[in-house]
T-cell receptor, first 115, second 114 residues
């Protein structure tokens, strides 16, 4: 079965650089979520999109922005990178809303290292 | 504030023995409850969820969880642990009428020894 695809899987950047993470949801899933998992931490919700519109916003820094495109893939843009941005970034997707209780299917994550 | 807690950082169990990984949540409305498992360098894998109905939920790989409203708990259980069950387990909550994001517990590392 198709899963959530994230690219790149690993990314190394220097402070103050920019990074773009991509997420391709499971086919026919219309909602995309972004989470950040720091070393030894639980995942923290950043932002989500439903039908190309932002639906929920969590603890996403102002330096970060995201969008969902017409083909439902999503990109997380990160600017002025800081050492503390080093983390595993997960994308998740969920199927069309038949209720507010669909489970989220997670991708393998992008490991970002900021030097 | 809405929160979810996993009181144990690590649970050790011998292969073949039953296992329990604990999860409690703050009392604030009726939540949807989920369990995910994370293997090293892998994404989060869905195990099971509680939405409504029967308090005992059965999920993947022989895992089950029991929703206890009076104790605001959703403990993960398995009758007979396997070495391959060793991983990091996260309890997650989605509160109704509070968006669709998941709030995760701190995670519990399960170590199953042969």
């Amino acid at each position: 079965a198709a899963g959530v695809i994230q690219s790149p899987r690993h990314l190394i950047k220097e402070k103050r650089e920019t990074a773009t993470l991509k997420c391709y949801p499971i086919p026919r899933h219309d909602t995309v979520y972004w989470y950040q998992q720091g070393p030894g931490q639980d995942p923290q919700f950043l932002i989500s999109f439903y039908e190309k519109m932002q639906s929920d916003k969590g603890s996403i820094p102002d330096r970060f922005s995201a969008q969902q495109f017409s083909d439902y893939h999503s990109e997380l843009n990160m600017s002025s990178l800081e050492l503390g941005d080093s983390a595993l970034y997960f994308c998740a997707s969920s199927p069309p809303r038949t209720g507010q209780y669909n489970e989220q299917f997670f991708g393998p994550g992008t490991r970002l290292t900021v030097l | 504030a809405q929160s979810v807690a996993q009181p144990e950082d690590q649970v050790n169990v011998a292969e073949g023995n039953p296992l329990t990984v604990k999860c409690t949540y703050s009392v604030s409305g009726n939540p949807y409850l989920f369990w995910y498992v994370q293997y090293p360098n892998r994404g989060l894998q869905f195990l099971l969820k509680y939405i409504t109905g029967d308090n005992l939920v059965k999920g993947s790989y022989g895992f089950e969880a029991e929703f206890n409203k009076s104790q605001t708990s959703f403990h993960l259980k398995k009758p007979s642990a396997l070495v391959s069950d060793s991983a990091l387990y996260f309890c997650a909550v989605r509160w109704r009428n509070a968006g669709n994001m998941l709030t995760f517990g701190g995670g519990t590392r399960l170590m199953v020894k042969p």
